[in-house]
C-alpha cells in the first residue's frame, strides 16, 4: 500500500462530525419549535458528496483491479453502516411498542410490518397519519440512498472515464435544479410524499464527491493554522438566517462543498487539531443515526411538563450532550466489537481484499 494510499483525510473527518454536530443542533432546535437556520438540513448533503469522495478514493482502483468484488464491496459497506442502524432502528421500534401500551394510538401489526421496513431499511407507508417515511428512525432515510449511490458506483460508475463521469455529473446538477425549482428546495427521500425525490437529491453530491476524488491532486498540504482558520469557517455558511429558497440551497451543491472537500483534503500537521478531528469524525455517524429515538424520548417529557424558555434551553443542552454520550458508548461498547466479529466471520469466506474499512472512513 503507498503513502497515498494509506492518506488518512483528517480535516475532512473535522468536517463530517461538525457537520454531524449541525444536523443534531438543527433536530434538536426544531424539537424546540425554533426553525430558524434552515439551511443546516443541507449538511446531509455534504455527507452524500463526502462519502462519493471517500469511497472512490477507498475502493475505486481496489474494484478496477479486480481485488475487490462487486458483492465484497456492498459487503464492506453494509458491516459499515449496519449495526449502528440496526441499533437506531430498534430503539426506535420499541417505542413504538411503547406507544402500542401506554397510547393506543397505533396497533402492534402496524408497528411490526412498519418495524420490518425500517430493519430494511425501505419507506414505509404504514401510517398515513404521520408525514415521515422512516417511522423508527427518520436518519435511516439516508442510509437507502447511501447504498443506492453505493450499488450504482460499484456496478457502473467506478468502470467509466472522468469525461464520462463529468458528463453524468452534469445531467445530476440539472435534475437537482429542476428538483430545487420543482419542489421549492431539495429536501426530499425523507418522507412519503417526497421520497422519489431522494433519488435526484443523492445522484448529484455523491458523483461529484467521486469526481473531486479522481481530479485531486497526488499531495496537498495545508499548515496548521490555516487547518484552523478552515476548520472554524467551514460551520458559517450553514447558519445564514436566510429565509429559506429552494435556489438558494444550489450554491451550497455547486460551490460551497466542492471547495471545502477539495480544499480539506489536503494533509495537515500539528497534533491537537489532528486529534479533534478524529475523535469528531469517529462520532459522527453514531451522533447521526441515533439521534432520533433520543430525541423522541425527550420530546415526550417535552410533552409532559411545560418549561419555560430557559428550561428549554437547559433541556435542549443536555438533550445534545446526551446523544453524544450514547453514541460514544454505543460506538465503543456495540459498534466497534460487533464490526470486528462480523470483519472476522468474513475473512473466513472472502479473500482478504475483499473486507476492512479504508483509513478514509474515518474508522
Given at each position: 500500500m503507498t503513502s497515498v494510499q494509506r492518506h488518512r483525510f483528517t480535516l475532512l473527518d473535522g468536517f463530517r462530525g461538525t457537520a454531524s454536530a449541525i444536523v443534531l443542533l438543527f433536530h434538536v432546535l426544531q424539537h424546540l419549535g425554533y426553525n430558524g437556520i434552515p439551511y443546516t438540513s443541507l449538511a446531509v448533503d455534504f455527507f452524500f458528496m463526502l462519502s462519493g469522495f471517500v469511497i472512490s478514493f477507498a475502493y475505486e482502483d481496489r474494484l478496477r483491479a479486480g481485488d475487490m468484488s462487486f458483492r465484497g464491496f456492498m459487503r464492506v459497506r453494509l458491516v459499515r453502516l449496519y449495526p449502528l442502524a440496526f441499533l437506531g432502528i430498534s430503539a426506535g421500534i420499541a417505542l413504538g411498542?411503547?406507544?402500542?401500551?401506554?397510547?393506543g394510538d397505533v396497533s402492534a401489526v402496524d408497528v411490526t410490518k412498519a418495524g420490518i421496513l425500517g430493519l430494511l431499511l425501505?419507506?414505509?407507508?404504514?401510517?398515513p397519519q404521520w408525514s415521515?417515511?422512516?417511522?423508527?428512525?427518520?436518519?435511516?432515510?439516508?442510509?437507502?440512498?447511501?447504498?443506492?449511490?453505493?450499488?450504482v458506483f460499484a456496478a457502473i460508475i467506478f468502470r467509466i472515464s472522468l469525461r464520462k463521469l463529468a458528463v453524468c455529473v452534469g445531467v445530476f446538477a440539472i435534475g437537482l435544479v429542476i428538483l430545487a425549482v420543482v419542489h421549492?428546495?431539495?429536501?426530499?427521500?425523507?418522507?412519503?410524499?417526497?421520497?422519489?425525490?431522494?433519488?435526484?437529491?443523492?445522484?448529484?453530491?455523491?458523483?461529484a464527491g467521486v469526481m473531486l476524488c479522481r481530479i485531486r491532486p497526488a499531495t496537498q498540504r495545508v499548515m496548521p493554522k490555516q487547518a484552523w482558520v478552515m476548520a472554524l469557517l467551514f460551520p458559517l455558511p450553514l447558519?445564514?438566517?436566510l429565509g429559506y429558497h429552494g435556489l438558494i440551497c444550489l450554491p451550497y451543491l455547486f460551490v460551497f462543498f466542492p471547495v471545502w472537500i477539495y480544499v480539506g483534503s489536503a494533509r495537515i500537521g500539528g497534533t491537537a487539531l489532528m486529534r479533534i478531528c478524529k475523535f469528531l469524525g469517529a462520532m459522527s455517524y453514531p451522533v447521526f443515526i441515533l439521534q432520533d429515538p433520543i430525541l423522541r424520548l425527550g420530546e415526550e417529557f417535552q410533552r409532559r411538563h411545560h418549561l419555560s424558555l430557559k428550561g428549554d434551553i437547559v433541556f435542549g443542552l443536555v438533550m445534545y450532550l446526551s446523544v453524544y454520550g450514547i453514541a460514544y458508548a454505543a460506538r465503543r461498547l456495540y459498534d466497534q466489537p460487533v464490526r470486528a466479529w462480523l470483519r472476522r466471520r468474513l475473512t473466513?469466506?472472502?479473500t482478504p481484499t475483499t473486507h476492512g474499512p479504508a483509513l478514509a472512513t474515518g474508522d
Amino acid at each position: 500500500m503507498t503513502s497515498v494510499q494509506r492518506h488518512r483525510f483528517t480535516l475532512l473527518d473535522g468536517f463530517r462530525g461538525t457537520a454531524s454536530a449541525i444536523v443534531l443542533l438543527f433536530h434538536v432546535l426544531q424539537h424546540l419549535g425554533y426553525n430558524g437556520i434552515p439551511y443546516t438540513s443541507l449538511a446531509v448533503d455534504f455527507f452524500f458528496m463526502l462519502s462519493g469522495f471517500v469511497i472512490s478514493f477507498a475502493y475505486e482502483d481496489r474494484l478496477r483491479a479486480g481485488d475487490m468484488s462487486f458483492r465484497g464491496f456492498m459487503r464492506v459497506r453494509l458491516v459499515r453502516l449496519y449495526p449502528l442502524a440496526f441499533l437506531g432502528i430498534s430503539a426506535g421500534i420499541a417505542l413504538g411498542f411503547l406507544a402500542v401500551v401506554m397510547k393506543g394510538d397505533v396497533s402492534a401489526v402496524d408497528v411490526t410490518k412498519a418495524g420490518i421496513l425500517g430493519l430494511l431499511l425501505l419507506p414505509s407507508y404504514v401510517f398515513p397519519q404521520w408525514s415521515t417515511a422512516y417511522p423508527f428512525n427518520m436518519a435511516s432515510w439516508s442510509l437507502t440512498f447511501e447504498l443506492f449511490t453505493n450499488v450504482v458506483f460499484a456496478a457502473i460508475i467506478f468502470r467509466i472515464s472522468l469525461r464520462k463521469l463529468a458528463v453524468c455529473v452534469g445531467v445530476f446538477a440539472i435534475g437537482l435544479v429542476i428538483l430545487a425549482v420543482v419542489h421549492h428546495g431539495i429536501d426530499s427521500g425523507y418522507d412519503q410524499d417526497n421520497f422519489f425525490g431522494g433519488f435526484v437529491r443523492v445522484l448529484f453530491p455523491f458523483f461529484a464527491g467521486v469526481m473531486l476524488c479522481r481530479i485531486r491532486p497526488a499531495t496537498q498540504r495545508v499548515m496548521p493554522k490555516q487547518a484552523w482558520v478552515m476548520a472554524l469557517l467551514f460551520p458559517l455558511p450553514l447558519f445564514l438566517p436566510l429565509g429559506y429558497h429552494g435556489l438558494i440551497c444550489l450554491p451550497y451543491l455547486f460551490v460551497f462543498f466542492p471547495v471545502w472537500i477539495y480544499v480539506g483534503s489536503a494533509r495537515i500537521g500539528g497534533t491537537a487539531l489532528m486529534r479533534i478531528c478524529k475523535f469528531l469524525g469517529a462520532m459522527s455517524y453514531p451522533v447521526f443515526i441515533l439521534q432520533d429515538p433520543i430525541l423522541r424520548l425527550g420530546e415526550e417529557f417535552q410533552r409532559r411538563h411545560h418549561l419555560s424558555l430557559k428550561g428549554d434551553i437547559v433541556f435542549g443542552l443536555v438533550m445534545y450532550l446526551s446523544v453524544y454520550g450514547i453514541a460514544y458508548a454505543a460506538r465503543r461498547l456495540y459498534d466497534q466489537p460487533v464490526r470486528a466479529w462480523l470483519r472476522r466471520r468474513l475473512t473466513l469466506t472472502s479473500t482478504p481484499t475483499t473486507h476492512g474499512p479504508a483509513l478514509a472512513t474515518g474508522d
